[in-house]
């Protein structure tokens, strides 16, 4: 159960895992017209202004190919495994799944209460139910760095730091640009 | 009860070498100091996989669908062998040169 629930690469990965990956996406960003939330950047999630469908599968897509490239590039750096692209796209984007869960949190009414009174409790509450969320995703993009691209030890560790980095500020960095300059 | 054989030596840690092999028909015993088979080198589950390995033809996809794993799960195993035996040619060439020396 656990390896199914953190680990699923293990089972599942190429085409099969793609597949889900993106219809998680799919699911994620139409529940986000009705909640509300959007997915910023690489690793978290925010609850802001309505947009429309086609905001929230951007945000979506580029958190998750901004990922695919930033640890593929990585994965060269320090792997000379023979690996399958196929399995970093499907692993990275079956990752994304408890956005899912992200995009509910729009619902509840105390993201209500949060806007009119940010000091209460229901904000720590919020946060954390966002921060177990984040850290899920954190732990399967791990995991899936680690089965699509073999890479072990020190190599996995320091690369998956720097990966995780980069791929949040480059995601929020391309998603701003383009809030700024497309019209969506 | 399945025996396994034994790799290293107990006593100094060193590779064991083969010193009789004998014929379970007529009981004949062949004496010298052969080395072992490197594939003797790996374990029963990592045998079972090249066993496994070669009757699907070398396919990961097979594997992966006989073990029902995903391709890179069984791909990392194999490199994880690869990886073995590659440190066992290099210990046992750097024996033979010890040897040699000698």
């Given at each position: 159960m656990e390896t199914k629930l953190f680990n699923p690469f293990v089972y599942v990965a190429g085409l099969k895992a793609l597949l889900l990956g993106l219809a998680s996406i799919l699911i994620a960003a139409s529940i986000s017209i009705f909640s509300?939330?959007?997915?910023?950047?690489a690793m978290d999630a925010h609850v802001g202004l309505s947009s429309g469908f086609r905001v929230y599968l951007l945000e979506n897509v580029i958190d998750w190919a901004v990922t695919v490239i930033i640890f593929y590039l990585l994965r060269l750096a320090v792997s000379s495994s023979s690996i399958r692209f196929i399995d970093i796209l499907g692993t990275f984007a079956l990752a994304r799944y408890p956005s899912i869960l992200s995009s509910l949190l729009?619902?509840?009414?105390f993201t209500k209460f949060y806007f009119a009174?940010?000091?209460?409790?229901l904000l720590m509450a919020m946060a954390f139910i966002m921060l177990l969320a984040t850290t899920w995703t954190v732990v399967l993009i791990f995991n899936a760095y680690k089965i699509s691209c073999n890479i072990k030890g020190v190599g996995l560790i320091c690369t998956f730091v720097i990966g995780v980095m980069a791929s949040e500020i480059l995601s929020k960095t391309f998603i701003l640009w383009i809030y700024q300059h497309l019209k969506l | 009860m399945k025996k396994s054989l034994p790799l290293?030596?107990?006593?100094?840690?060193t590779k064991l070498n083969v010193k009789s092999l004998s014929c379970g028909n007529c009981e004949t015993i062949v004496s010298g100091n052969f080395d072992l088979p490197?594939?003797?080198?790996?374990?029963n589950d990592e045998q079972k996989f090249i066993i496994d390995f070669v009757k699907c033809s070398g396919s990961l996809k097979e594997m992966a669908s006989k073990l029902g794993f995903s391709y890179p799960t069984v791909r990392n195993m194999l490199d994880d062998i690869i990886a073995k035996i590659k440190t066992t040619e290099k210990e046992l060439k750097h024996s033979e040169n010890g040897n040699k020396t000698i």
């Open positions: 509300g939330v959007h997915f910023d950047g729009g619902f509840f009414p009174n940010p000091s209460s409790v | 290293i030596c107990p006593s100094c840690n490197l594939l003797s080198n790996l374990n």
